[in-house]
């Protein structure tokens, strides 16, 4: 690339070969519009289909305004962006779904947000999300329950337009191997705007999101980046200590006054309902300790196969 671009889109792919073509095109043609230089970052996170081989063509046509990186392995969304931070060159950073759910045309937006507000972070929020009821579900969960929202900050959406010193402090900042990028973000700046935008129906193919993925996308984060499960170990600790200490004052006055046998019933369903409580808090402190241990390794938050620059 000859000069530095303007904008810098980085687009995670995962199994959307149908669509790149078409993404591409629509890119294209915006800045050609916009008149803006700008940089395309393709980060295929694990793709199965032929989707590597789409972008290779893309690359070999367009030399001059992508860069495609594969990764080994399936790494996530989040962490495809991550790498993305590392190779992309523009003033501006845009991140979108491979899928065409976000028109490249709502691209627009954020620039007229831009001017009007100077904001370090703008999100794209649909106006009519087309996800699925459970994908919806499990982001207002997320919401409520990680560091993800402030007064600021209300909603979040893949589709973001990132001031590029934000971008320089997450990369160098970001130590280990799981990335939730909104909650990041939210803890570097306070200066987020939103804008409404269109979001469509997939044209082709089904979510990468499966329902292990996304439960398995929201326990990271609720590991990683929020306290809750240990705030739930506390109080739920205090409660149900509270109501064994006035059971047990219960037992103590019929044992007194009444000679009532305590019986072997009630003494095992106390034993072991107190020790699942504990072996649950132990398995969330646990967590806790490997996630420590993880970024005590350094464990990788990808590893790359190939890069086309």
Request: net charge positive; with cysteine; glycine share 6%.
């Amino acid at each position: 690339m000859n000069k530095q671009p303007d904008v810098s889109l980085i687009i995670p792919v995962y199994n959307s070969s149908s669509t790149l073509a078409e993404l591409f095109l629509r890119v294209d043609n915006l800045f050609t519009e916009l008149n803006k230089p700008y940089q395309l970052v393709l980060i295929d996170d694990g793709s199965t289909d032929n989707s590597w081989n789409v972008i290779e063509d893309l690359k070999e046509k367009n030399p001059e305004k992508i860069l495609a990186v594969k990764f080994s392995k399936n790494y996530g969304q989040h962490n495809a962006i991550l790498c993305g931070f590392n190779y992309c060159l523009g003033k501006f950073i845009i991140t979108m779904d491979d899928d065409l759910q976000h028109p490249p045309e709502e691209i627009k937006k954020f620039f007229s947000k831009y001017e009007a507000t100077d904001a370090d972070v703008i999100y794209g929020i649909p106006i009519d999300k087309k996800h699925s009821m459970i994908r919806n579900a499990g982001s207002s969960f997320v919401k409520k329950t990680s560091e993800y929202s402030s007064k600021k900050n209300t909603g979040g959406s893949s589709f973001r337009f990132i001031k590029r010193e934000i971008v320089d402090i997450i990369k160098n900042g970001h130590n280990y191997n799981f990335l939730y990028l909104d909650a990041t973000i939210n803890q570097q700046t306070f200066n987020i705007e939103h804008v409404a935008v269109e979001h469509h129906t997939r044209k082709s193919g089904k979510s990468g999101y499966t329902m292990f993925k996304l439960i398995t996308l929201y326990f990271n984060i609720l590991i990683n980046y929020s306290a809750t499960p240990l705030k739930l170990m506390t109080y739920g600790g205090l409660f149900f200590a509270s109501v064994a200490f006035f059971i047990g004052l219960k037992f103590i006055y019929k044992k007194l006054m009444h000679n009532v046998p305590l019986g072997y019933t009630s003494l095992m369903v106390t034993i072991l309902f107190s020790t699942g409580l504990i072996l649950f808090c132990l398995g969330i402190i646990g967590q806790y300790l490997y996630k420590l241990y993880q970024m005590q390794n350094q464990k990788p938050s990808f590893l790359i196969k190939q890069i086309l620059k």
